[in-house]
Nanobody, 124 residues
Framework: VQLQASGGGLVQAGGSLRLSCAASGGTFSRYTVSWFRRALGKELEFVGGIRWNGYTTHYADSVKGRFTISRDNAKNTVHLQMNSLRAEDTAVYSC??????????????????WGQGTQVTVSS
C-alpha cells in the first residue's frame, strides 16, 4: 500500500484545514488508518484514527472535539478535518495504515504503511 497525504498549508488560528490521505494498492478498505504529527523538535504524536468500517474512531485528547476523521473506501481516501486550529497544531502530519484493521492503535509501531507527510502551519 502506498499512501499520499495532502492538503496542508498555512492558516490563521481559529481556521480550518482538511487533509487527505489517498491510498493505492492493497486492500485499503480493510485497514485502520490513522494520522500522526510531528512538531519541530518534538516526538511523533498520535492524532486520531479510523477503523475500516468507517464508524469506529479514536482521537487524542488534544484534538478531541476539533478534529474529525472520515473515510471513503470507494475512493481509497481518508480525510482529517481540522477546525479551531491552534498554533500548537503546527506540525508535519502523516497518515499511516495498519493492515490488521482490528483496532485504532495510538502507537506508531503498530502501522506498517506510511505516507510522506504534509506541513500544517497555524499562525497566531
Amino acid at each position: 500500500v502506498q499512501l499520499q497525504a495532502s492538503g496542508g498549508g498555512l492558516v490563521q488560528a481559529g481556521g480550518s484545514l482538511r487533509l487527505s490521505c489517498a491510498a493505492s494498492g492493497g486492500t485499503f478498505s480493510r485497514y485502520t488508518v490513522s494520522w500522526f504529527r510531528r512538531a519541530l523538535g518534538k516526538e511523533l504524536e498520535f492524532v486520531g484514527g479510523i477503523r475500516w468500517n468507517g464508524y469506529t474512531t479514536h482521537y487524542a485528547d488534544s484534538v478531541k472535539g476539533r478534529f474529525t476523521i472520515s473515510r471513503d473506501n470507494a475512493k481509497n481516501t481518508v480525510h482529517l478535518q481540522m477546525n479551531s486550529l491552534r498554533a500548537e497544531d503546527t506540525a508535519v502530519y502523516s497518515c499511516a495504515a495498519d493492515d490488521s484493521g482490528s483496532y485504532v492503535y495510538s502507537g506508531f509501531d503498530e502501522y506498517e504503511y506510511w505516507g510522506q507527510g504534509t506541513q500544517v502551519t497555524v499562525s497566531s
